[in-house]
């Protein structure tokens, strides 16, 4: 009886929290050991052993707030609980707790012994009235929609009526403008397959598919689907956050994570030689702007990306500060060279090279699967990461910045960004001294007139709808 209880005692200090802390995880005998404590809380927890590697995996990534949250729950949600967990990339929390603000293998793998200051050639633009249509008729530049995020600030925000005149979603918009310019392009013949992809997240695929496919794709023939894969949201303390009672609190990883799934989109169209990424969050935002085509193309740059004038945080994305930028001066009366003093944000609004693209997969590939290169977003006291497209001009040899005023950031107040909008709106029809209730809406079918194809409107009555 006495060696019987002492051996249980002795079971008992090895499953205490204290002694997870204690582990070595620089010697071998620790994994047995940890191979022993996660096959006892099987057993205890009475679930099956094949969760035993999960349970390892958590304890060492001291995450065993979760083992006690077994203790609630009958043993058929056990199960559920545990296969959910599978997804969890826990070795990921691990290494984020060591340096919660930006983990930096990114920049090194590509461009090694630089600084992390930008070290391509940047030049600024300016506003250019020429156009470049012939990419689009050819096929030659295709577009990539970013809806992977989860709408966590302001709910099914690209699928539903935001108070616009017109009553359309953000999603029906951009398609509307993406068939536009392309009917321009190919004087309004039939569209064929054109290359289109759209990023989606788990938190929102499904519901993106199926709206889609109740407008019947727009009439595009195929749409490519990238998935972000999602990672947990942490707290201050580094311990995974979880929504519900069994449900871990889980974020999409961002655009930056897409390069390497790209190359079926590229294999599939390979008569395209550029790439517009668009993120919907800007209302304004044109798909295929045959202006910024024109621009890309004329200076042969490997990105082309624009950007807003800020003094302020308006959202989560990264902001670059020009002096960040090596620039220099090009001969081309329009392009000017970048000034010290200006504050920009990186509009989710890029355009890429697919050559650039090609040769960085080509020689990079490795650097690329091993990029842990993440964006820390704070919201109160739970924390998530994110890879930002933008990240990509870094490693580039030519990237053009493009200022626009034109932006409506669908971000928190979609009053405001609806506002914004219709104020851009007002500005091309010249439409002076109206309040800011009086909206107006420029539709996708008129959205890639020539400003001096627009007709001044006489004594026009609101919400006005061109």
Do not use: W
């Not at 004087?187 to 695929?205: G, H, M, W």
């Not at 999602?230 to 990883?253: R, Y």
């Not at 890639?448 to 004594?459: M, S, V, W």
């Amino acid at each position: 009886m006495g060696i019987c209880t002492s051996q249980n005692e002795a079971e008992k200090i090895e499953n205490s929290e204290q002694d997870y802390q204690k582990l070595d995880y620089n010697r071998v005998s620790t994994y047995q050991k940890l191979e022993n404590i996660a096959n006892n809380i099987a057993a205890q927890q009475q679930i099956d052993t094949i969760f035993s590697s999960l349970i390892q995996r958590m304890i060492a990534s001291r995450q065993t707030h979760i083992l006690k949250m077994l203790e609630k729950m009958d043993s058929k949600k056990k199960q559920q609980f545990m296969t959910k967990l599978e997804r969890i990339d826990f070795e990921f929390i691990d290494s984020v707790q060591k340096n919660i603000n930006v983990i930096q293998l990114f920049h090194h793998c590509y461009k090694k012994n630089q600084p992390d200051e930008f070290s391509c050639n940047v030049i600024q633009s300016i506003n250019s009235q020429e156009q470049n249509l012939d990419l689009i008729k050819k096929h030659k530049v295709g577009i990539v929609f970013l809806c992977g995020g989860r709408s966590s600030r302001l709910y099914d925000k690209l699928l539903s009526d935001i108070g616009l005149p017109s009553k359309k979603c953000v999603v029906q918009i951009m398609m509307e403008r993406l068939k536009k310019v392309i009917m321009i392009a190919s004087e309004n013949q039939e569209i064929v397959d054109y290359p289109i992809a759209i990023v989606l997240s788990d938190q929102n695929s499904e519901k993106f598919q199926m709206y889609l496919k109740g407008r019947r794709d727009f009439g595009f023939q195929s749409i490519t689907f990238i998935f972000e894969k999602s990672l947990p949201v942490i707290d201050i303390k580094g311990q995974v956050v979880f929504e519900q009672e069994n449900q871990a609190f889980m974020t999409p990883e961002g655009t930056g994570s897409i390069f390497l799934q790209l190359n079926s989109f590229i294999n599939k169209f390979p008569n395209m030689e550029y790439i517009h990424f668009l993120g919907l969050d800007n209302l304004a935002g044109l798909p295929l702007d045959p202006q910024m085509l024109h621009l890309i193309c004329q200076q042969k740059g490997d990105a082309l990306c624009k950007v807003i004038e800020t003094n302020s945080i308006l959202d989560d994305r990264i902001f670059y500060s020009a002096k960040q930028f090596q620039t220099y001066k090009e001969q081309d009366k329009g392009v000017e060279e970048s000034s010290q003093n200006l504050a920009q944000m990186c509009l989710n609004d890029l355009y890429l090279s697919v050559s650039f693209l090609n040769t960085l997969k080509q020689n990079h590939e490795k650097a690329l699967r091993l990029n842990q290169r993440y964006h820390t977003i704070k919201r109160g006291n739970n924390i998530q990461f994110e890879k930002h497209i933008q990240d990509i001009i870094e490693v580039t040899d030519l990237t053009i910045l493009h200022q626009t005023e034109d932006y409506a950031l669908l971000i928190d107040d979609p009053r405001k960004a609806v506002i914004q909008l219709s104020n851009a709106h007002k500005r091309i029809l010249k439409l002076e001294g109206t309040q800011e209730k009086d909206l107006v809406e420029i539709t996708p079918q008129m959205s890639y007139c020539r400003r001096e194809d627009l007709k001044k409107i006489e004594n026009a009555t609101y919400p006005l709808i061109i």
